[in-house]
């Protein structure tokens, strides 16, 4: 077991849900460069350990924890787990996440558990195990990956769409009721990049997936690592809303300044998914 952090390492422990690809992975790499100790908090325990191997490479601690967003034990035990190996957590981040969606009529109410259950529910659950002890050190960060989906709400995307509107709100709540306790709270809402999203997604409407596909092979401006260099410096400057995608900043300003004249540009894509939509069953 290796030992508590010491004093004036006390902002070096981060811990990352679903950090063996993707976001997560590029997360963990860049706070361990950042001289952060890493929780590579995952399902797939092959690829975490590869990630931890690499954080290992860069000169910085790290371990694998078998960590299912939607247990709460999981969590909880995570906890525990970080005071055990370092004597705390500076840095949570909820990254954890499914792809789901299709016309609002097709989706069952199991898909609208599945994706309550892990996309919000993961997020809470995080926060719920590790705030007490954020407070009860005076200090942390908590960063919750919710998406543009959250924002802007677009038709065929329901289940998806509600679940980071929650994750927004939730974190909206704690910035300000955390902040006397020398806690911040960033939320992260990128649009479509390239990351392996993709393999969890579950829909009832086959050109759901042809169409995710296509806006993530067509998202090039923007990297997984990126959008990580990004978060990282959110984190330390403490800034709540992320949005790092430019083209995202300016539909989001658009709704903010007139929600009819958004709605009514939806109208295209909501036409859009009605001549595509295809059951898979």
């Not at 290992?56 to 790290?62: E, N, P, S």
């Not at 392996?196 to 409407?205: A, F, Q, W």
């Not at 900043?249 to 295209?268: E, G, I, M, N, S």
């Amino acid at each position: 077991m290796a030992p508590k952090s010491s004093s004036h390492e006390s902002h070096k422990r981060a811990f990352i849900t679903g950090a063996a690809s993707g976001l997560g992975r590029e997360l963990a790499l860049r706070f361990a460069r950042a001289g952060y100790r890493i929780c590579v908090a995952d399902i797939h325990e092959a690829r975490a350990n590869a990630v931890v191997d690499e954080i290992r490479a860069l000169g910085q601690d790290a371990f694998f924890y078998h960590c299912d967003v939607s247990r709460d034990e999981d969590l909880q035990n995570a906890v525990a787990a970080m005071n055990d190996r370092w004597g705390g957590t500076d840095v949570l981040i909820n990254n954890a996440g499914v792809a789901g969606g299709g016309p609002f009529d097709w989706l069952t109410l199991d898909d609208w558990h599945w994706m309550m259950n892990i996309n919000f529910n993961g997020v809470l659950r995080g926060c719920h195990a590790f705030v007490p002890a954020m407070k009860e050190q005076g200090h942390g960060h908590i960063v919750n990956i919710a998406s543009m989906a959250g924002l802007l709400n677009p038709p065929g995307m329901s289940n998806y769409n509600v679940a980071k509107a929650a994750v927004v709100s939730l974190s909206e709540t704690l910035a300000p009721e955390l902040h006397p306790f020398g806690i911040g709270v960033t939320c992260v809402c990128p649009s479509f990049f390239r990351t392996n999203l993709g393999e969890s997604l579950r829909s009832p409407d086959l050109s759901t997936q042809q169409t995710l596909n296509k806006l993530v092979d067509n998202s090039t401006d923007l990297s997984a690592a990126d959008i990580a260099d990004r978060i990282f410096t959110a984190v330390v400057s403490n800034k709540f809303l992320l949005i790092p995608h430019e083209k995202a900043v300016t539909a989001w300003q658009r709704k903010c300044a007139d929600l009819d004249d958004h709605l009514q540009a939806q109208h295209v894509l909501a036409e859009n998914l009605k001549q595509r939509a295809r059951r898979s069953n």
